[in-house]
């Protein structure tokens, strides 16, 4: 009996030894040990959020000619615009969504590469993670030409989130069946990806001056507008809706990993509401975005603020 005990107290030691060992492994960040407080603003807990992300958006193709609606809403509509948004210092795609949908620098979530091997999501989840926990009432979608976003970074955090092979075409249909449709649901937080342009860029070259990267670029303006328009009749009914337009990275060549080249570690940032301040003299970057949607929709989280990057761009 008494062998029996000792053999279960000596198990139970090297469990409790082993929990200790594991744990040092895998630490998690003192954020997580913290108390949590969560704080969610009534009067803004109905706000709704559309955030799309072109994918190789170089800055100096935000032309009049190339983009004429987006160019006419940078110098008209009351937003935040900016032309050298900063990418990651590791500018491929992988790290660079990652960092826009979890708010932290890649050396935090630690994807490095399109690869997403060694990926810390657990701990630096994405901002839909967040929303799925602390308000669990909202709806949200995400509609992805790139399939690693949902398969990778949003996996399990969002409400409907397909991973089905799509094109660009694809998402913005089906971003229409959701905003006007509310097919198959209707989204509180809808996020789009289009790829197009980076496929493009890499076939043909990211350039201002090369017209398949034109003519890719003069259709993404149309769904530009036409979501726009949606987006406009939606606070005509009485819905509060912000508007983020946002990517990951530039390019030159056919390429865009020379992180040192402006023409690829600067991009687009657009954030419009007709009603709200927005910083000034401010150069964001990809972990402003969530945020910017967390001060929104009037969620404070003392564990993200505890391990995020960025700053909302809200005044
Ligand atoms: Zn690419």
Redesign the pocket.
Same mark, same amino acid.
């Given at each position: 009996m008494i062998k029996g005990y000792l053999l279960f107290f000596f198990s139970g030691l090297i469990f409790l030894l082993c929990l200790q060992a594991c744990k040092q492994d895998n630490a998690p960040p003192e954020c997580d040990l913290i108390n949590q407080l969560v704080s969610i603003d009534s009067l803004q807990i109905e706000n709704k959020v559309l955030l799309i992300g072109i #994918?190789?958006f170089r800055s100096d193709a935000m032309t009049e000619e190339i983009t004429p609606y987006l160019f006419q809403l940078f110098s008209a509509v009351n937003c935040y615009k900016n032309l050298t948004h900063s990418t990651e210092e590791d500018t491929y795609?992988g790290p660079n969504w990652s960092s826009i949908l979890t708010g932290v620098h890649y050396n935090k979530h630690n994807v490095i590469d399109n690869s997403f091997e060694g990926s810390r999501f657990d701990f630096y989840p994405s901002f839909f993670n967040y929303l799925k926990r602390f308000i669990p009432s909202m709806k949200t979608a995400s509609i992805v030409n790139w399939l690693p976003i949902n398969q990778e970074i949003l996996f399990g955090d969002v409400d409907y989130a397909p991973i089905i092979s799509s094109n660009d075409s694809l998402v913005f249909e089906r971003a229409k069946d959701l905003l006007v449709n509310s097919s198959p649901i209707k989204p509180d937080v809808l996020f789009l990806h289009f790829d197009e342009l #980076?496929m493009v860029?890499?076939n043909f070259g990211f350039s201002p001056t090369t017209p398949e990267y034109i003519q890719t670029l003069a259709v993404l303006d149309s769904y530009l507008e036409s979501l726009m328009g949606i987006i406009n009749d939606k606070r005509l009914s009485g819905e509060n809706w912000l508007y983020i337009v946002v990517s990951d990275?530039g390019?030159d060549g056919t390429s865009?990993g020379d992180s040192s080249n402006p023409k690829i570690n600067q991009t687009v940032l657009f954030v419009e509401h007709p009603l709200l301040s927005f910083r000034t003299d401010y150069v964001s970057n990809q972990t402003d975005i969530v945020p910017t949607i967390f001060d929104y929709i009037g969620l404070s989280s003392s564990e993200f603020d505890c391990k995020k990057d960025g700053l909302s761009i809200l005044e």
């Open positions: #994918d190789g795609s #980076d860029g890499h990275h390019g865009h």
